[in-house]
């Protein structure tokens, strides 16, 4: 049977991509950012996932306004990097599991969860930063990708307890799947940012890890956060972490942290970075 063994929790900073593809890693700026990657890595390596489920949002790149699924799952073949006006970013192309996705997709539509499943889709820096951060920059992904948009662009979007069921539906599609596979999941975006008005550049040290703090030991209280409260306090953007709780309810209740990673500032935002696996 298949097997959740580990959850990804990370900011999908662009200029963390432009940072990787210029080879600027090791500048003064950028390394102690990559350096707190490095346990991520490792693990990773060890733990070895056939497949990551990356759970992010599109930034006006394969959906807009004229079409805005709240939840849309990649049941494609293969995504290639968008070109998101500075040309394709230069990594691999991201190989899908049409198989599991299809699975999931099933399992989650009789949970009474409401899909898009997207055939062709390119994928933006909310899923290629994260492969980046957690794998490098191998000649190919050393891994399949079930890509798992959630909109956080445009108003209105999910909650944070929806989020967190929806985990825990994806946790019972995984495990329903009869191949013996090893699963990851990702949940990307925020932490605190805001890009525009009069509060551009806000970052929210405190609050931020006192979210963490709870997302780790107690996801349900972090679900019935407020959009409300998550804008006033981590800004506009910073609504993306929501799309963690899709991860965090994948999980069990009781789990371990095997690295916890905070830094600020990360271009224009804080960066959070968190590797979970259940307690065995």
Not at 18 to 25: C, I, N, Q
Not at 59 to 74: C, E, K, Y
Not at 87 to 104: F, K, Q, S, T
Not at 152 to 170: D, E, F, H, S
Request: glycine share 8%; hydrophobic share 40%.
């Amino acid at each position: 049977m298949a097997e959740i063994v580990a959850g990804v929790g990370t900011s999908h900073v662009p200029a963390i991509g432009a940072a990787v593809d210029h080879k600027k890693t090791q500048e003064p700026y950028w390394k102690p950012i990559f350096d707190g990657m490095v346990p991520v890595r490792v693990r990773l390596e060890q733990l070895k996932p056939d497949v990551c489920i990356v759970v992010y949002n599109d930034h006006a790149s394969r959906f807009d306004l004229g079409l805005i699924p709240t939840f849309a799952i990649g049941t494609g073949e293969q995504f290639l990097p968008h070109d998101e006006g500075y040309g394709p970013r230069p990594v691999p192309a991201v190989n899908g599991d049409p198989e599991l996705a299809w699975h999931i997709v099933q399992s989650l539509v009789l949970d009474e969860f409401d899909v898009t499943m997207v055939d062709s889709m390119t994928v933006d820096h909310g899923l290629t930063v994260p492969l980046s951060v957690a794998f490098g920059e191998p000649q190919e992904w050393p891994c399949r990708v079930i890509p798992l948009c959630v909109n956080v662009i445009q108003y209105p979007p999910p909650t944070g307890n929806r989020c967190l069921n929806l985990g825990k539906a994806l946790r019972k599609a995984v495990e329903s799947y009869p191949k013996d596979i090893r699963v990851a999941i990702f949940g990307t975006g925020g932490l605190s940012h805001q890009l525009q008005g009069e509060r551009a550049g806000l970052i929210n040290r405190e609050y931020d890890n006192r979210w963490l703090d709870g997302f780790i030991s107690h996801p349900g209280d972090v679900a019935r956060i407020s959009h409300a409260e998550l804008i006033r306090e981590v800004g506009s953007e910073g609504l993306e972490c929501v799309m963690w709780l899709v991860m965090r309810g994948a999980l069990h209740d009781d789990v371990q942290v095997t690295h916890r990673f905070y830094h600020v500032p990360a271009s224009n935002t804080a960066y959070g970075l968190l590797l979970l696996e259940n307690k065995k």
